[in-house]
């Protein structure tokens, strides 16, 4: 069933807050390279004498055994899999976010969804190897040095034998630590594959130029913040320049998740079965509507009054124009109980029975406003109202008669209207109507009874054209009767709109506001409060959240301190709010510290910077005893987030709206390993460390159509810093400077956000079907980030030397106009609907529409002719 859509779609959510995603460096990449569980402790290794078989069309859990023990992996089998033939495969190199050894995660990210929910859509075999080292540095965990990288060829080896694999019809794709593993994998063995796909990757521009001669397609985000699309423009055009056969596709307004763009397509798997073909256009390839198979969702924590939607009056009366369509089409038909009357007819008395009573009719139009404190009214115009008597038995002393069916029509010149007040109310997570009046009036001349139909009669003096008339005249007598009747049904029609106002789960929206563009969470929103007044319908959402690791089951759940989005910070106007507080992401930061995944060797943050806090000679500046260790002593630096970050001081600025992001307690840690094969690393020197910065977002209206919102740090960072030697390190000088580390930090943050100072990310519309919805301010308030949305004008430009003539309709009005537009003049119009026109000089039946919030131009063609109607250039 259809619903009413009050909601924003996920596909403009993450641009819409877009602001916090660049937030800081060292939370970026934590949660992305974060220690990682390795799965139940009292995990069993399956049988070894068991080997699963084939199931074509799913996945398959298999073991490779060596020498280090067994490593799960999965395989997933095209249907319509022949064994006795050669098939074609994919080797996919998962994100760091799966890295552990409980063999499934690898194929829950990425590609796997994709394949698990479509069967048909790819015709390969796909190898889903897992990188089990979860503490070394992530960028390089599939290189062909690791023992991950070098599991992967043995693993398909073995898979190549006991599939049937075409050995030279073997793709490499990998995605985010994958991309990275698919450039060094793939340039350190090329002679294994058929083709190579990098996502979201990078890597070394020294080990390309093995790839030449191997058709290489590097996909990457324009959005990607957190491996910026800089790093795949480097590599190509270092392979381009080895005389590699490379193509580059930057996706448009795409971050670093860039599955839907590229899984979902039909074309990327038909061009991996012919690798030397021209790349598809991602960009311009129409969706192809697959969806991904979905994570099970078992909520760890809830966080009240997390967010706040306000659906004004100028939205719903929008929404009425389609809600008669979502109706279903036996909205309005139904039974009644069996109605009971008396008469006396010349002295005599008679009983009367009208049984069989069913209703049904059209609903024309559907009118949703808010009109009081808990009141909303729904006005539905109805046509062709029949009330079918299925049979009336009357009966006296001596007489009796029956009668077939009787229709009681009305409607049927023009629509009547039915009044129903009712009262939204939340019953547990569902909205509920509850019908607290209704008002209906049959006019005198738009009704009709037809005459019963098979009448029997008994007794002397009972004629069949006596009880025709006199039930007919009752009945048109007992119009107020009827009138009731028909209201009885009002809580019924309640019910029908009941379940067309259910609110669809904005967590999926909600979670694209999250700010790391790492470990984005999953979160369900359900109506925690609602509230109606005369201008619309406010409601507070709680929300809940699932664990960042999929693989971690049985957390205890917990239910945190209110976020501080309230009902009384929803502005009371009749336009489309949403406010989310962003108190919200401290308590998720705090569940991502909870599961260890708040760890990263600063290594594997993509900005050179960064290197310089892994390097001796610059450490040394500030801990001198790393000058005692020996030269071939390794030297990693980690930093981890131990408290979660918070957000202050939401507020208008000079450059828009602010927030300030905190960081409470971080820490840098200096570990130090001897060489050698099983040496561990040694925690040496910890620095503590603290920062602020603000964050500065602002709504840019380019032109009519377009809006863009500008984020920027301000470059007001504080970060203080104060280190100390580990316990039991036994060196002669003790001195951490923990100051000239933080300011390190700082060189290095600034750095890598200097990078992307003053982004502007578009907005799209929300559309609603029938109508849309358009940015028209963003706001920081207090605590809550709020965006207000308006219903756009539709606008006609004439650029034309010549004047134009044109009428114009809506969906329930007569032709009107005609309207002339001058050249060099606009017409706008304020409509919750497409407008309809038709110009007056040609033939009256070119009918036209034009979107809401369209620009269209009235020009001559660029191959000349008679000026047109044209979209406006931007």
Known sequence: MSQFRLWMPTSSAHLLFAAPRQLVLFIVLLGLIGTQTTGPANAQTPAAQTTPAWRPGQL?????????????????????????????????????????????????????????????????VVVFPQAEDTTGRALGSWSAETADGQRVLKILDEVTTQANLDESKIALVGWSMGGYGAWNLGSSTPNRWSAIVPLSGGGDNDLVAKLVGKPVWAIHGETDSLVRPTESRRLTTALREAGGNVTYTELTGVGHDLFAKVF???AFYKWLQNPEADVPDLNTLPASGLAAAPLPFRPVMEIPNAATVRVGNEVLRALSYTAANRLPANALSGLLADMYDSTSVQGRSFSIQFSGLSYNGRVDRVQIRAVGTERLNVLLSLSNITLTIGGTYVSGARHAAQTGPINIVIGHVRPVALSVDVTPYLDGQRIRFSSVGASFQIPPDNWYITQPAGISVQGFGMTEEAVSSGLTSGLYGARSRIENEVVKAAPTVAAQLEQQFQLLDLGPFLAQLWPLPVYQPRLRAKPQQISTDASGVSLVLAVEASSFDPALLNQPFKRVAPAGAGITSVPLDDKFHVA????????????????????????????????????RETLSTAIPALREFP????????FTLKQPLS????????????????????????????????????????????????????????????????VAWKGNRQINGEGRLLANTDVASKEVDGTNLAALFATAWGGWTDQSLAIATTVPDVDLGFTRLRLEDFTAAGNVLAAKFTIPKIRITNSSPEKFVYETKGPFSPWGGPFILEP???????????????????????????????????????????????????
């Not at 552990?100 to 994709?114: E, F, L, M, S, T």
């Not at 290594?603 to 806090?613: R, S, T, V």
């Not at 030269?631 to 980690?638: D, I, P, V």
């Open 60 to 124: 398959t859990e298999r073991v490779y055994r060596d020498e280090a023990g067994d490593h799960k992996y999965q395989v997933f089998i095209p249907q319509g899999y022949n064994s006795q033939n050669k098939s074609p495969a994919i080797v996919f190199l998962h994100g760091a976010g799966e890295r552990g050894n409980d063999g499934a995660k690898q194929a829950k990210v990425g590609i796997g969804p994709y394949l698990v929910a479509n069967p048909s859509l790819c015709p390969f």
């Open 264 to 266: 979902a397509q039909p």
């Open 580 to 615: 989310i507080s962003p108190s919200m992401w401290s308590a998720l930061s705090g569940q991502m510290i909870d599961e260890g995944l708040a760890r990263i060797d600063v290594l594997d943050i993509p900005h050179d910077q960064f290197g310089k806090l892994a390097d």
């Open 631 to 638: 030269a071939e002593h390794e030297l990693r630096t980690e």
């Open 647 to 710: 957000v202050e001081g939401g507020r208008e600025g000079a450059s828009g709206a602010e927030l300030d992001f905190v960081l409470p307690k971080a820490s840098l840690l200096v570990s130090t390993r001897k060489p050698g094969a099983g040496s561990q690393w040694a925690p040496f020197a910890e620095v503590d460390l603290q920062m602020k910065e603000t964050l500065a977002g602002r709504l840019l209206k380019p032109n009519f159509v377009d809006r863009k919102l500008e």
């Open 824 to 874: 060099g003049k606009s017409h706008e119009y304020d409509l919750p609907y497409p407008l309809t026109y038709r110009p007056s000089s040609t033939s009256k039946s070119e009918v036209y529409s034009l979107l809401v919030g369209s620009h269209s131009e009235y020009r001559v063609p660029l191959t000349g002719g008679s000026p047109r109607l044209f979209q406006a250039k931007r």
